[in-house]
């Protein structure tokens, strides 16, 4: 791999040749230069250290604190759907006032987003299943669900925690 050759270098080697030095003595000078340069090289200071600056993950202890949201959602469940009867046109509602309550209460986790699933459907004797599918980091992400079952409806919260790196 040879190295490119910058512009003094070529007049260098232009007056070089025409002054009538020979080859052999021009590369012994090259040499020579570039044996000067190598300890003109600025090394990095030995006493300092370098750290990474950026996290790649939640430090530890500080992963989605799964155990104090489904204390939170049980509570607010509870307190919304206490007594109820199930409506279809109240459902809706329900759904809605369960979700924005669990936004509130959960505030800013840092550097987490979460996002709230609330649902509710009338207990007819027909089954039900619920799933969910994400693609996350089992080290940081997780979630927390509850499930109240109010005699003639059944409503499932699920609140999904996700860590931005």
């Not at 649902?119 to 994400?134: D, S």
Request: overall charge neutral; aromatic content about 14%.
């Amino acid at each position: 791999c040879k190295k490119p050759l910058i512009m003094s270098e070529i007049k260098r080697n232009r007056a070089s040749t025409a002054s009538g030095e020979s080859k052999t003595e021009l590369f012994a000078r090259d040499s020579e230069l570039r044996e000067e340069e190598r300890g003109t090289e600025v090394l990095p200071a030995a006493d300092v250290t370098i750290y990474n600056a950026y996290n790649m993950g939640p430090a530890f202890g500080k992963k989605f604190p799964v155990p104090f949201i489904v204390f939170t959602i049980s509570e607010i469940v509870l307190e919304k759907l206490a007594n109820k009867v199930y409506t279809p046109e109240e459902a809706s509602k329900w759904t809605r006032e369960i979700a924005d309550a669990i936004n509130l209460k959960l505030g800013v986790f840092p550097r987490f987003k979460h996002v709230v699933n609330v649902m509710l459907y009338q207990q007819t004797g027909a089954g039900c299943f619920y799933g969910a599918r994400a693609i996350w980091d089992p080290l940081s992400d997780d979630f927390g669900s509850y499930t109240y079952d109010g005699g003639s409806f059944v409503c499932i919260t699920t609140v999904f925690g996700c860590y931005q790196y």
